[in-house]
Structures are given as C-alpha cells and as structure tokens.
Nanobody, 130 residues
Framework: QVHLVESGGGLVQAGGSLRLSCAAS????????MGWFRQAPGKEREFVAATRWVGDSIYYAYYGEFVKGRFTISRDDAKNTMSLQMRGLRPEDTAVYYC????????????????????WGQGTQVTVSS
C-alpha cells in the first residue's frame, strides 16, 4: 500500500521559514510527477509546486504564481522523499500543505490540478502569524 507522509509544518512568524518533507513508501516514484498543494479553510486545494522528470536524472520545477521565488521544491529519489523549502512566509500562506504524486511516470506533462494526482498525504498544518 502506498503512503505519503508529510512533516515539518508548524507555527512561524511572518518572514520566517519552514521546510516541509514528504516520505513515500509502498512504491518508488522515480520519474513520476510529484507536487505540493495547499488548502486554506473555505478555499479549494491550490497548486504550490511540482517536480517533473525531463530525462537524464533531471527534474524541472514548477511553482504557483503566488510563490514568487520564495519556495524551492526538491526531491531525493534514492530516499523516495520530496521537500519544500519555504522562505519569506506570509500570513496568507497559512494552510494545510499536502504532498501528492502521480501514478504516471517518465516524462508525464506537468499537472496543476489536484484531481490529476493519484496519491496524497494526510497534510501538515502551516500557520504564519503576523
């Protein structure tokens, strides 16, 4: 059975940083599209970032417009993990952050919709105080 487990959320002041991690088990996701989404109360789940395999062990990163250079997505296929380094956090970044993975691999086009991902973690709360 596939599991994605997020960690690293918490309470931070505006301008602070957090590093979220996602550990996958049950299968490997080497070459698969993986990403982060977030959901604030009363809002839809929103694309944050994704990493897509483009060949030769190279992954491209994609970010939501609101990120504006503040977040960095990375992955370690050897450890079956993915991370999201968040800097310059703002109160509007407060949300539950979810790790997601697509079952298709090896060059799948990037996907920005939550419905396009097949595996999800349980989420980790990020709260940014002003």
């Amino acid at each position: 059975q596939v599991h994605l487990v997020e960690s690293g959320g918490g309470l931070v002041q505006a301008g602070g940083s957090l590093r979220l991690s996602c550990a996958a088990s049950g299968r490997t996701f080497t070459g698969n599209l993986m990403g982060w989404f977030r959901q604030a109360p009363g809002k839809e789940r929103e694309f944050v970032a994704a990493t897509r395999w483009v060949g030769d062990s190279i992954y491209y990163a994609y970010y939501g417009e609101f990120v504006k250079g503040r977040f960095t997505i990375s992955r370690d296929d050897a450890k079956n993990t993915m991370s999201l380094q968040m800097r310059g956090l703002r109160p509007e970044d407060t949300a539950v952050y979810y790790c997601a993975a697509d079952s298709e691999g090896w060059g799948t086009p990037v996907k920005f919709g939550a419905n396009d991902y097949d595996y999800w973690g349980q989420g980790t709360q990020v709260t940014v105080s002003s």
